[in-house]
């Protein structure tokens, strides 16, 4: 990375309480489990990878992502618990075909205007709200999987708006809301 750009991410974050919520489950991780790396950023749900992007340009990509905004609000149902072995724990969320069609959206406008590329990782998009992950230790994966593999989490918000989050050298910060114009 060069020194005059700065890492950013595009995602949905869930309102509070659903937010704080979240948040303490990622904390219960680091308490039971030593996870800490979730606690890096606030619960959300990836729809652009991380990418680099000059600081000095930061207003024409504010400008850009307004662009993205004709979308229409939809709500969202985050229902039981997932994971990526041997070290990723999640809450899932539920593909809709808003969802899916909004992240395709943005995705494609992302790529032909501000020429983003992978906006997703290799497998594609699997939306979904890490609460632990990397630093979780294979064992302490195994018995984390079983305490949450079966336990129950049901909850909904309304998709009415996208963050851009920054990266401050430590933590990823919920820099920048786009609300939907539509």
């Known amino acids: 990375m060069k020194p005059n750009q700065r890492r950013y991410f595009i995602a949905l974050i869930p309102p509070d309480p659903l937010q704080s919520e979240t948040q303490r489950i990622k904390e219960s991780f680091y308490q039971v489990y030593?996870?800490?790396?979730?606690?890096?950023?606030p619960a959300h749900i990836t729809l652009h990878m991380p990418f680099l992007w000059r600081d000095d340009k930061e207003e024409r990509l504010f400008n850009l992502l307004v662009h993205a905004t004709k979308e229409t609000e939809?709500?969202?149902t985050l229902n039981g618990f997932g994971c990526f072995p041997p070290r990723s724990?999640?809450?899932?969320?539920?593909?809709?075909q808003e969802l899916i069609d909004f992240?395709?959206?943005?995705?494609?406008?992302?790529?032909?205007?501000?020429n983003l590329f992978n906006s997703t990782h290799n497998k594609g998009f699997h939306p979904h709200m890490?609460?632990?992950?990397?630093?979780?230790?294979?064992?302490?994966f195994?018995?984390?999987?079983?305490?949450?593999?079966?336990?129950?989490?049901?909850a909904e918000f309304l998709v009415n708006s996208f963050w851009?989050?920054?990266h401050d050298g430590k933590v990823w910060v919920p820099y920048r809301e786009f609300q939907f114009e539509v």
């Open 34 to 41: 030593a996870s800490k790396g979730a606690l890096r950023s």
């Open 130 to 140: 890490t609460v632990a992950f990397r630093d979780l230790k294979k064992d302490k």
């Open 164 to 166: 851009l989050l920054k």
């Open 74 to 76: 939809f709500t969202l």
């Open 89 to 96: 724990i999640f809450i899932n969320a539920e593909k809709s």
């Open 142 to 154: 195994a018995a984390a999987w079983e305490e949450f593999q079966s336990k129950n989490f049901r």
């Open 103 to 114: 992240q395709k959206r943005l995705t494609n406008y992302t790529k032909r205007a501000m």
